[in-house]
């Protein structure tokens, strides 16, 4: 059974948005930490955050208490699944922000959550930027018939990333062929080829650079650049903060967080 960090007391922000949205948030993680509980510091109120073993008994706690919860998913592709259905079976909304997960298991699951009337986000990204990056380049399609996508990242694992291999996905299938005058080349150099409308993406990879993902596009007499930079892991809290007070309200399952925008 995954664990799952149940938050005891929060900080005077959370607070707020618990009161607002009247609801608890529990998150599952993959790996549990050696403690039994963790404490954060640098805060206006301590955080305190008892790490379990067994998702049935939390979530029985929380059903018991008659809150209002939200589980957040971290896990694997593998336990979603039961991870929702379990959190469901207890009147919980889901979360999932596990990047791949696959389609067939989000079928799956819509098909679960439609039955049971329960809502649930399964989100390839909880970034706003990230999101808000993938429209534009969406729109931008419509217009240019070249466009190349290079990202950097600090460490070579999982390359192309999500990022790119998402929006690689979202600009194909538009009507629109990109890079026609070399879209046969088999030239290493040019990078790799996602998908068949000849969309590519170059991956430079260097320690100490952030994780930044951009889009270019060319045109008669003019280049159009997207570009989206991750500079810590705080940005996708307040993607998370939107999708908790979304799908509560929710009775299906959502793919992906641009719906709550």
């Known amino acids: 059974m995954v664990p799952l960090c149940h938050p005891v007391r929060v900080s005077r922000t959370w607070g707020k948005i618990a009161r607002r949205n009247a609801a608890k948030v529990y998150c599952s993680m993959e790996t549990p930490p050696s403690q039994s509980t963790i404490k954060i510091s640098g805060m206006e109120e301590p955080l305190e955050l008892p790490v379990l073993n067994d998702l049935t008994m939390v ?42 997960i696959e389609l067939e298991t989000v079928t799956e699951l819509s098909a679960f959550c439609e039955k049971a009337s329960m ?31 290079v990202e950097s990242r ?57 994780s ?21 892991v705080q940005c996708l809290m307040p993607g998370l903060i939107l999708a908790i007070r979304k799908v509560v309200r929710l009775k299906n399952l959502i793919y992906g967080l641009e719906k709550f925008l």
């Open 212 to 232: 930044s993902t951009s889009i270019n596009y060319s045109g008669p007499g003019e280049i159009y650049t997207l570009r989206h930079d991750v500079t810590n």
């Open 59 to 100: 979530l029985g706690s929380i059903a018991q208490s008659r809150a209002t919860g939200v589980v957040v998913d971290f896990s694997e592709p593998s336990t979603v699944y039961d991870n929702v259905k379990q959190a469901a079976a207890f009147g919980l909304s889901s979360i999932v922000y596990v990047p791949k």
């Open 154 to 210: 600090p460490n070579p694992s999982d390359l192309p990333s999500q990022d790119a291999i998402q929006i690689a996905n979202n600009i194909s299938d538009l009507g629109q062929i990109y890079n026609r005058e070399d879209m046969d080349t088999s030239s290493p150099a040019r990078g790799q080829v996602l998908g068949e409308d000849g969309v590519r993406v170059h991956s430079l990879v260097l320690p100490g650079l952030v």
């Open 119 to 149: 809502g649930c986000l399964v989100a390839p990204t909880l970034s706003i930027g990230s999101v808000l990056l993938q429209q534009a380049a969406i729109q931008a399609s419509f217009h240019y018939s070249n466009v190349e996508i």
